[in-house]
């Protein structure tokens, strides 16, 4: 662990240095962002309520139009009809104007790269303009004030340590979930706005430096320990009981037939002998299981076939497979016999259906369940997301508790504290202060 924690930092200390993350390390120049918002397109269409240029990089001026389309076709570049051998574009706005692609505006400038599988559309802008679209949309801008300024530092906080690790050659983050939600100009509110001007420059620090600050929607009543999710402990990302979560709790059910269950994990890759017949989860309330987390997610979910062969699965593993909300769930298999379902094919009625469990069957391992082909899985559990770090509906009860954005933060991340990003930064203690 501690091998990793002096790697991450080396990691950091050296991207000052390079020329991807640097660019925004002097005094009084905004820190950057790079956000992708498409790749792989033949065609990028840009428009503009006024002119804008497109450069290249060095600087020299292509066209200015208030449309434009680029296209790659059969390996040739093509800028408004006309073949030109230029493999990257900037495109920027008039004074006090916008960039628009598709139906969305951006603030900031537009860069398009040619790549050998298609165009590449980037965003840059200053990332505390970048806050003001990502904070309304990952979080209700109508929920209090303080719930949106722990979410714009969380996502501030997010963002830079994206720009410290880059996975990426040519962007920072991507524009979807799989980062954090970006919709440009559309979705910025006054409220947004307000949250991310009143927290200006305020990031999550662990020793010094900024954390993966990750956020879900619903921690389900608990929030995990990393590596219960990742495989990898990270020390800021400790399980937490939610804020009086009884009161407001999120719950979803999913159903599948024992065929559909059979069916999917086939198509996973995973051996069945005939069908499913038993499945073993311990119950959320049980105490000291092998099978769940601190917090309540499963870790193991086996199924069993007709020939007594087990399908174990991880809790992650089976949200991926079966389209569940969360990891922090129960199974109970509802039976029903062959001739209910002729009965109920022929006369078109619904025909109830009889739970069986540990307690009608009493020879069975503690918490499995048999079931026929006939039977119906039900997935029940709480929570929506991955159950890391911040969780978003626990921010809005705890800010309609009256609590403020720094309780709320030092609530979902452990043993952090809040500061803002040094400028003329030269190694790493300088990072934050």
């Not at 009161?247 to 051996?271: E, F, M, V």
Request: positive net charge; hydrophobic residues 35%.
């Amino acid at each position: 662990m501690l091998i990793k924690i002096v790697s991450i930092f080396l990691l950091a200390f050296l991207s000052f240095f390079s020329p991807l993350t640097a660019r925004a390390a002097q005094k009084d120049q905004p820190e950057m962002i790079r956000v992708l918002l498409a790749h792989r397109r033949n065609t990028l269409d840009i428009v503009s309520k006024q002119k804008l240029r497109v450069e290249t990089f060095s600087g020299k001026l292509l066209t200015e139009a208030d449309r434009v389309q680029i296209k790659l076709a059969d390996g040739n570049v093509w800028l408004d009809g006309k073949k030109v051998p230029d493999r990257s574009f900037l495109l920027k706005p008039a004074k006090n104007a916008f960039l628009q692609f598709g139906y969305r505006r951006y603030r900031g400038d537009l860069v398009v790269y040619v790549e050998p599988h298609g165009l590449t559309l980037i965003n840059i802008l200053p990332l505390e303009e970048y806050l003001y679209s990502t904070v309304s949309s990952e979080m209700y801008s109508t929920w209090p004030l303080e719930a949106l300024k722990a979410q714009a530092v969380a996502a501030r906080t997010y963002a830079l340590y994206h720009i410290f690790h880059p996975e990426h050659r040519l962007y920072d983050v991507c524009d979807t979930t799989h980062c954090q939600v970006y919709d440009g100009l559309n979705t910025e509110t006054w409220s947004s706005r307000k949250a991310v001007k009143e927290t200006a420059g305020q990031v999550i620090i662990y020793q010094h430096a900024p954390i993966l600050a990750v956020f879900h929607a619903d921690s389900g009543g608990h929030t995990e320990n990393s590596e219960d999710v990742w495989g990898t402990e990270v020390p800021y990302l400790r399980g937490v009981a939610d804020w009086d979560y009884d009161k407001n709790p999120y719950h979803w059910k999913k159903s599948y037939t024992a065929y559909d269950i059979a069916r999917i994990l086939r198509s996973a890759g995973y051996t069945v002998s005939g069908g499913i017949k038993a499945v073993q989860l311990s119950r959320l309330d049980e105490k000291e299981t092998n099978d769940r987390t601190s917090g309540g997610g499963v870790k193991r979910l086996v199924f069993q076939d007709e020939n007594g062969q087990k399908i174990t699965l991880s809790g992650l593993r089976a949200r991926q497979l079966f389209g569940l909300s969360s990891t922090r769930f129960i199974v109970r298999v509802l039976h029903q016999e062959a001739a209910e379902v002729k009965n109920n094919e022929k006369n078109s009625t619904t025909v109830p259906l009889i739970q069986i469990g540990p307690t009608i069957q009493p020879k069975l391992p503690k918490d499995e369940q048999l079931m026929s082909k006939f039977s119906t899985v039900i997935f029940s559990g709480y929570g929506l997301g991955h159950r890391l770090g911040l969780s978003q509906w626990g921010a809005k009860d705890m800010a309609v508790a009256g609590k403020n954005y720094q309780e709320i933060i030092y609530k979902y991340y452990t043993n952090v504290s809040i500061g803002k990003l040094a400028h003329n930064r030269k190694k790493r203690e300088d990072l934050c202060y």
